[in-house]
């Protein structure tokens, strides 16, 4: 895993500058549209709150909860995409390199607990998330949410083909497996994909004392066309502590 784990980090440092012109400073349509709105909501924090981002790339997501004066800790495996974070406002933010994987790494966040953790679209992208969700009663407060966006296993794999601009045809799902793709076309170098089914998260959750409170799986409106008007090529989920009632 160790040497998957550091091809990984150095794909995400080469990339890192095409991604930042793709995503900007707040985010592209995918963003925008399906992941933020729903995640701000399901977080429900206030002003002057916690919140962890992890895996916040360019830092998209934190700068959007900065602004609306939420106390953002935001980390990256990628040196390269904190670098390129801090060149936007990081009012309210404090960014860190840091890696999920890396129990040790984690260990430093666990100065404060927080009203919030979030993880958007990263898991898909990480060889291993387990050490991360072992983690997560440690770090977040009991009342508090942890809201992760991954491509939907189900309708955005590498199992699925778009057949005509409404359908998809579905080959695979659920076996976890390990692929190499592009997402932004500008990228120079195919990026790890990490497939594994919902019910993973799910009882991966479960065995770390969460339990999901929400799930959401976010559409394009009809204008956009293709697909993803009727399948959901996003899935968001929450997860509270069990404890609490």
Known sequence: MKNVNQENKEIWNTNAGEWDKAMGEFGNDWHLQLIAPET??????????????????????????ANKGVKVTAFDFSETNIELSKKYSS????????????????????????????SNMVFMDVPEVETFFSKINYLMKDDGHFVFSIQHPCFNSEFMEVTNEENILMKGYIDASTSKGKAVSEQKEDQFYFHRPISYYINLGAKNGLVVDACIEPTFEKEVGGPFTKFPPILIISMRKLTNN
């Open 91 to 118: 009012d309210n933010i404090d960014y860190h390199v840091l890696d999920m994987t890396f129990e040790a790494d984690l260990i430093q966040l666990t100065d404060k607990k927080y009203h919030g953790i979030v």
């Open 40 to 65: 701000e909501r399901l977080l429900n924090l206030k002003e002057g709150q916690f919140l962890l981002d992890a895996g916040c790339g360019n830092g998209i997501f934190s700068r959007r909860m």
